[in-house]
Protein backbone atom coordinates (compact mmCIF):
# COMPACT_ATOMS: atom_id res chain seq x y z
CA UNK A 1 0.00 0.00 0.00
CA UNK A 2 2.78 2.33 0.22
CA UNK A 3 3.10 2.64 -3.71
CA UNK A 4 -0.43 4.06 -3.00
CA UNK A 5 0.40 5.85 0.12
CA UNK A 6 2.85 8.35 -1.05
CA UNK A 7 1.80 9.88 -4.03
CA UNK A 8 -1.47 10.39 -2.55
CA UNK A 9 -0.31 11.17 0.25
CA UNK A 10 2.43 14.06 -0.94
CA UNK A 11 -0.85 15.48 -3.54
CA UNK A 12 -2.68 15.77 -0.54
CA UNK A 13 -0.26 17.66 1.45
CA UNK A 14 0.93 19.47 -1.58
CA UNK A 15 -2.65 20.69 -1.90
CA UNK A 16 -3.53 21.10 1.73
CA UNK A 17 -0.45 23.17 2.27
CA UNK A 18 -0.96 25.90 -0.49
CA UNK A 19 -4.50 26.46 1.25
CA UNK A 20 -3.15 26.79 4.66
CA UNK A 21 -0.26 29.60 2.65
CA UNK A 22 -3.45 31.04 0.90
CA UNK A 23 -5.27 31.38 4.25
CA UNK A 24 -2.40 31.90 6.36
CA UNK A 25 -0.46 34.45 4.41
CA UNK A 26 -2.83 37.61 5.14
CA UNK A 27 -1.81 37.13 8.63
CA UNK A 28 2.11 37.52 8.52
CA UNK A 29 1.25 40.22 6.18
CA UNK A 30 -0.95 42.60 8.52
CA UNK A 31 1.86 41.48 11.06
CA UNK A 32 4.99 42.50 9.41
CA UNK A 33 3.16 45.02 6.50
CA UNK A 34 5.72 46.20 3.87
CA UNK A 35 8.27 43.82 5.73
CA UNK A 36 5.89 40.74 4.35
CA UNK A 37 7.22 38.48 1.75
CA UNK A 38 5.38 38.98 -1.48
CA UNK A 39 4.64 35.07 -2.38
CA UNK A 40 2.13 36.02 -4.84
CA UNK A 41 1.40 33.65 -7.10
CA UNK A 42 3.86 30.79 -7.83
CA UNK A 43 5.06 29.47 -11.40
CA UNK A 44 4.53 26.49 -12.61
CA UNK A 45 8.10 25.01 -12.38
CA UNK A 46 7.51 26.27 -8.55
CA UNK A 47 4.85 24.43 -8.02
CA UNK A 48 6.09 21.04 -9.70
CA UNK A 49 9.12 21.39 -7.92
CA UNK A 50 7.29 21.95 -4.38
CA UNK A 51 5.06 18.75 -5.18
CA UNK A 52 8.31 16.73 -5.81
CA UNK A 53 9.96 18.35 -2.87
CA UNK A 54 6.56 17.04 -1.36
CA UNK A 55 7.14 13.78 -2.39
CA UNK A 56 10.16 13.17 -1.56
CA UNK A 57 9.32 14.15 1.97
CA UNK A 58 6.42 11.26 1.58
CA UNK A 59 9.01 8.78 0.51
CA UNK A 60 11.50 9.00 3.10
CA UNK A 61 8.32 9.30 5.70
CA UNK A 62 7.28 6.38 4.81
CA UNK A 63 10.68 4.63 4.66
CA UNK A 64 11.46 5.82 7.96
CA UNK A 65 7.94 4.38 8.96
CA UNK A 66 8.34 1.24 7.48
CA UNK A 67 12.29 0.56 8.67
CA UNK A 68 10.88 1.51 12.55
CA UNK A 69 7.66 -0.29 12.26
CA UNK A 70 5.50 2.42 12.83
CA UNK A 71 3.19 2.71 9.79
CA UNK A 72 -0.65 2.35 11.89
CA UNK A 73 -1.80 5.08 12.22
CA UNK A 74 -1.39 6.04 15.70
CA UNK A 75 2.31 5.15 15.60
CA UNK A 76 2.73 7.34 12.25
CA UNK A 77 1.09 10.32 13.59
CA UNK A 78 3.50 10.14 16.43
CA UNK A 79 6.21 10.33 13.97
CA UNK A 80 4.50 12.83 12.43
CA UNK A 81 5.40 15.05 15.55
CA UNK A 82 8.34 13.72 16.36
CA UNK A 83 9.86 14.38 13.39
CA UNK A 84 8.16 18.00 13.57
CA UNK A 85 9.66 18.24 16.77
CA UNK A 86 13.50 17.32 15.48
CA UNK A 87 13.99 18.63 12.38
CA UNK A 88 11.74 21.83 11.06
CA UNK A 89 10.90 22.93 14.22
CA UNK A 90 14.78 23.11 15.44
CA UNK A 91 15.70 24.66 11.88
CA UNK A 92 12.84 27.44 12.10
CA UNK A 93 14.13 28.27 15.43
CA UNK A 94 17.61 28.62 14.61
CA UNK A 95 16.36 30.52 11.85
CA UNK A 96 14.75 33.04 14.13
CA UNK A 97 17.88 33.16 16.53
CA UNK A 98 20.45 33.55 14.01
CA UNK A 99 18.96 35.06 10.66
CA UNK A 100 16.43 37.16 12.12
CA UNK A 101 13.45 35.54 10.02
CA UNK A 102 10.63 37.12 11.92
CA UNK A 103 9.11 34.89 14.22
CA UNK A 104 5.48 35.30 12.51
CA UNK A 105 7.19 33.62 9.58
CA UNK A 106 9.22 31.16 10.91
CA UNK A 107 5.47 30.01 12.89
CA UNK A 108 3.76 29.96 9.49
CA UNK A 109 6.43 27.80 8.32
CA UNK A 110 5.85 26.03 10.99
CA UNK A 111 2.16 25.00 10.88
CA UNK A 112 3.36 23.76 7.63
CA UNK A 113 5.31 21.79 8.12
CA UNK A 114 3.57 19.78 11.06
CA UNK A 115 0.28 20.03 8.86
CA UNK A 116 2.42 18.24 6.05
CA UNK A 117 3.64 15.79 8.23
CA UNK A 118 0.41 14.91 10.16
CA UNK A 119 -1.32 14.33 6.89
CA UNK A 120 1.46 12.12 5.49
CA UNK A 121 1.19 10.19 8.45
CA UNK A 122 -2.64 9.99 8.73
CA UNK A 123 -2.71 8.91 4.71
CA UNK A 124 0.01 5.98 5.37
CA UNK A 125 -1.05 4.83 8.62
CA UNK A 126 -4.77 4.81 7.24
CA UNK A 127 -3.37 2.82 3.95
CA UNK A 128 -1.09 0.55 5.88
Known sequence: M?????????????????????????FEQRRLGAAAPDRGRPAAWKAAVEL?????????????????DLLSW???????????LGFPLILLTGSV???RVPVVTAVLHAGDWLLKLLLIGAVLGLLH
Not at 52 to 58: F, I, M, Q, V
Not at 77 to 82: D, I, N, P, S, Y
Open 97 to 99: LWE
Open 2 to 26: LALGIPLSAVLAFVASSLYYALATP
Open 74 to 84: PSAMLLGVVAW
Open 52 to 68: LRTALLAGVFAWIAAQA
